[in-house]
């Protein structure tokens, strides 16, 4: 009936994401035989829908990129790339990877679980789960992803000022909590490690000292931090001169966004511990490249983001 008529349905009903976009079949398969695997849609985040005459529905689409059963030979008329479990678990490791390395994306998986008595189903989604959890990855639901995704784009940053006799950065911060009226995620900011050839050497939130954590993204090096939802004012001292002088910040390791009620059918978003299904043979069918054009309808299935961004 139209690109947005289900979308636009959906809106009606309450509701404000969805997972159904993926690619399956043999359509796909490129002239010299590989098989691409990526983002359809040109990213790994959730997009709203828009309709032809320019407005914007509070709805978005995060794009499933993970898909058992086109992955997998073990699954009967389908499993159209033929790959064993090991296989498979190493194209999910290649996604993770690079959403780790700059390509900061939302994961979303497809577990049929009525599959997982043919074996090769299980062991590629518990390989894939391990393996993020290895990474530090957070594991959340739906659910849990659109709480951070509507805090994120309800948030703003404002009064930015620069003080150059101080050499302090201030501005302050709303973050608002999500329209459902739930708490909302904790976000994480991110402020210059250096301005001017002199290091940050402490931060504040709210009058009180924050810890930070350092980090290079993009070629450039920032420090980072978490607010909660709300009103905040921030202020980064820069003092120390790189090269003579110790920033004397506590660096911490929180992770970029921290998830909470992780469902029982999931591993916790905290590792603590060391994957247990993690493959280290060569893949001999690993695809490469990205995909254009979504297909097929969803069926029976355990929908995971795996998210990590800054």
């Known amino acids: 009936e139209g690109w947005t008529?289900?979308?636009e349905i959906a809106v009606s009903h309450g509701l404000k994401l969805d997972t159904n976009f993926y690619h399956w079949g043999s359509w796909i398969q490129q002239a010299d035989s590989s098989w691409p695997i990526g983002y359809i849609?040109?990213?790994?985040?959730?997009?709203?829908?828009?309709?032809?005459?320019?407005t914007i529905l509070p709805y978005y689409q995060q794009l499933t990129e993970l898909v058992d059963e086109h992955l997998l030979a073990v699954i009967s008329g389908s499993g159209y790339q033929g790959l064993d479990a090991l296989d498979a678990i190493t194209v999910s490791q290649g996604l993770i990877d690079a959403s780790l390395n700059g390509n900061y994306?939302?994961?979303?998986?497809?577990?049929?679980?009525?599959y997982y008595g043919l074996g090769s189903p299980q062991e590629w989604a518990e390989g894939t789960l391990d393996y993020a959890f290895s990474r530090g990855v957070p594991i959340w639901n739906a659910d849990q992803w659109l709480d951070f995704v509507e805090t994120r784009a309800n948030s703003k940053l404002q009064?930015?000022?620069?003080?150059?006799?101080?050499?302090?950065?201030?501005?302050s911060t709303v973050l608002n909590p999500v329209p459902s009226?739930?708490?909302?995620?904790?976000?994480?900011?991110?402020?210059?490690?250096?301005?001017?050839g002199a290091a940050l050497g402490a931060l504040h939130v709210d009058s009180q000292s924050t810890p930070f954590t350092l980090r290079t993204i993009k070629g450039r090096r920032y420090a980072l931090f978490q607010v909660t939802p709300g009103a905040h004012s921030i202020v980064a001292h820069y003092g120390a001169v790189v090269g003579t002088n110790t920033p004397t910040y506590t660096a911490t390791n929180t992770p970029t966004h921290t998830?909470?009620?992780?469902?029982?059918?999931?591993?916790?978003?905290?590792?603590?511990?060391?994957?247990?299904?993690?493959?280290?043979?060569t893949p001999t069918k690993t695809p490469t490249g990205t995909i254009v054009n979504p297909t097929s309808t969803p069926r029976n299935r355990v929908n995971l983001p795996l998210v990590k961004s800054p």
């Open 5 to 7: 008529t289900a979308a």
């Open 41 to 54: 849609t040109g990213s790994g985040q959730p997009m709203r829908f828009i309709k032809s005459n320019g």
């Open 105 to 114: 994306a939302a994961i979303m998986t497809q577990f049929h679980t009525d």
């Open 159 to 171: 009064t930015v000022n620069w003080d150059s006799t101080t050499s302090n950065l201030s501005f």
């Open 181 to 196: 009226g739930v708490t909302g995620a904790n976000l994480t900011l991110m402020v210059p490690a250096t301005v001017g």
């Open 259 to 281: 998830a909470t009620n992780t469902p029982t059918h999931t591993v916790t978003n905290t590792p603590t511990g060391t994957a247990t299904n993690t493959p280290t043979r």
